[in-house]
């Protein structure tokens, strides 16, 4: 069973940085597709940050040029650089892993990891 645990989210101030990293478990196949979304307060769950398994990557306008998007397909890891954080990213941010897994959609989601952005 494939599981995708998230590390890293915590109480930063604006301004400062925080790292997430997400490892996919019990998977012997990489995925198409990794990446990070977010859930803020009173709003939908957004795209942050994705790389195909071609390392093209896809950013939030909001998020360009402070956050930076990594994986390691050899340990299916796929972690979240986030700099010059403003009071705006406070949020639940979750790891996801999905695509084609032997011609079948999979598509994964972490439990989530807050972090919270003080002024």
């Known amino acids: 069973q494939v599981q995708l645990v998230e590390s890293g989210g915590g109480l930063v101030q604006a301004g400062g940085s925080l790292r997430l990293s997400c490892a996919a478990s019990g998977s012997a196949f990489n995925f198409d597709n990794m990446g990070w979304y977010r859930r803020a307060p009173g709003s939908q769950r957004e795209l942050v940050a994705l790389?195909?398994?071609?390392?093209?990557?896809t950013y939030a306008d909001s998020v360009k040029g402070r956050f930076t998007i990594s994986r390691n397909n050899a340990k299916n890891t796929v972690d979240l650089q986030m700099n010059s954080l403003k009071l705006d990213d406070t949020a639940v941010y979750f790891c996801?892993?999905?695509?084609?897994?032997?011609?079948?959609?999979?598509?994964?989601w972490g439990q989530g990891t807050q972090v919270t952005v003080s002024s």
């Open positions: 996801r892993a999905w695509g084609q897994v032997t011609g079948i959609p999979r598509n994964y």
């Open positions: 790389m195909t398994i071609g390392r093209n990557t």
